[in-house]
């Protein structure tokens, strides 16, 4: 009886997809594998040595979408996302390959590079806009055979696989600490460049008021500060010396801001956290070097990469692209967070 690809595949372990992609030389197994299946192939007859197809590059691309960039290159997030992404590529036997895409520059030229000699794509989505979705399909990307996967951003216009942080319930999660510590209100350090991310964020700071009890008639400080950690220093010093006088608790869009505004607080003669409790959001490395150190919610960074790439083998595995196929569901993956305390935040004394 010939030897089929079905006993192959269960003689080592593998699906029969996998030996078929191996047997074709097409990218999705990684290199070990590969060459597992084609030595057995080879010693039961089921392919010479001479007729197995050349191992095809196995790139995957990592890309950074920019617009304006001020979000994510204030930030590490988006290395520690590649960390992840690595080490995963890695076992499936992946190359990651990484490039910057400039939402200023020429998109045609920009889709056609990043596209080319790779399995998939997956974009750092952190500044992408349902516009850009728009563009970007205008511009060829829905035509590419290959699956795309964002990363730290959703789009409510296109079917394309993403993973996103739970943005809502992380900072419903900061704000109802800082409640539960007898702060009597909330406020909001709220970033002047809005991205969906903190958008949810901000809906989150505004559901944890509601269901603690807070009037609806009950204005949200909001305290508008830039993106940039020299701008929101300068914005925060500004309020306050425009005469601002702050709640006893804050909620930070991000950690780079809530460190910027522990910094204005403290040159205006505030004590933190006696005076202002503040909670950031990230985890970023600033968190343990400011003084005192930020409490925070923690993004599971490196997972986020990590799943990322393990959608994006999936994909390839099967041959499916939901960008590029109506019919393919869409996969979309949230990531939990969880508060880390640190030294920022204390339970309101009224005497204080």
């Given at each position: 009886m010939a030897v089929t690809a079905k006993d192959i595949a269960e003689k080592l372990g593998v699906s029969p997809?996998?030996?078929?992609?191996?047997?074709?030389?097409?990218?999705?197994?990684?290199?070990?594998?590969?060459?597992?299946?084609?030595?057995?192939?080879?010693?039961?007859?089921?392919?010479?040595?001479?007729?197995?197809?050349?191992?095809?590059?196995?790139?995957?691309?990592?890309?950074i979408f920019l617009d304006g960039g001020a979000t994510v290159k204030e930030t590490s997030f988006y290395s520690i996302v590649l960390q992840g992404i690595e080490s995963k590529a890695k076992?499936?036997?992946?190359?990651?390959?990484?490039s910057y895409f400039d939402a200023n520059g020429d998109w045609d030229e920009q889709i056609t590079s990043i596209c080319k000699d790779i399995a998939g794509l997956i974009v750092l989505a952190t500044e992408i806009e349902d516009r850009h979705i728009r563009k970007a399909i205008e511009h060829g990307l829905g035509?590419?055979?290959?699956?795309?996967?964002?990363?730290?951003?959703?789009?409510?216009?296109?079917?394309?696989?993403?993973?996103?942080?739970?943005?809502?319930?992380?900072?419903?999660?900061a704000v109802m600490y800082l409640l539960n510590k007898n702060h009597p209100d909330v406020g909001?350090?709220?970033?002047?460049?809005?991205?969906?991310s903190f958008d949810e964020r901000e809906s989150g700071v505004r559901k944890a008021r509601w269901?603690?009890?807070?009037?609806?008639?009950?204005?949200?400080?909001?305290?508008?500060?830039?993106?940039?950690?020299?701008?929101?220093f300068y914005d925060m010093g500004k309020w306050l010396d425009n005469g601002g006088k702050p709640l006893s608790a804050f909620f930070?869009?991000?950690?780079?801001?809530?460190?910027?505004?522990i910094r204005a607080f403290k040159s205006r003669g505030y004590r933190i956290p006696e005076d202002v409790s503040i909670v950031g959001f990230d985890d970023m490395p600033?968190?343990?070097?400011?003084?005192?150190?930020?409490?925070?919610?923690?993004v599971m960074k490196s997972l986020m990469g990590m799943?990322?790439?393990?959608?994006?083998?999936?994909?390839?595995?099967?041959?499916?692209?939901?960008?590029?196929?109506?019919?393919?569901?869409?996969?979309?993956?949230?990531?939990?967070?969880?508060?880390?305390?640190?030294?920022?935040?204390?339970?309101?004394?009224?005497?204080?």
């Open positions: 997809a996998a030996v078929s992609l191996a047997m074709n030389g097409k990218p999705g197994v990684s290199v070990a594998t590969r060459e597992r299946i084609l030595a057995e192939a080879v010693r039961v007859g089921y392919a010479k040595q001479t007729e197995s197809a050349p191992i095809s590059a196995q790139n995957i691309r990592y890309v076992v499936y036997g992946y190359n990651v390959l990484i035509k590419q055979p290959i699956p795309v996967v964002l990363v730290d951003n959703a789009t409510s216009m296109v079917d394309v696989d993403c993973v996103v942080t739970d943005n809502l319930g992380g900072a419903y999660h909001y350090l709220r970033s002047k460049s809005r991205i969906d269901k603690f009890g807070i009037s609806e008639h009950t204005p949200l400080q909001c305290i508008n500060v830039g993106i940039s950690s020299e701008d929101a930070a869009d991000n950690d780079i801001i809530a460190a910027a505004c600033v968190c343990t070097m400011v003084d005192p150190p930020l409490t925070t919610i923690r799943t990322s790439m393990d959608m994006l083998y999936q994909r390839i595995q099967d041959g499916t692209h939901a960008l590029s196929d109506k019919r393919v569901g869409v996969l979309r993956t949230t990531i939990s967070t969880h508060l880390v305390e640190r030294e920022s935040a204390i339970s309101y004394h009224s005497e204080i």
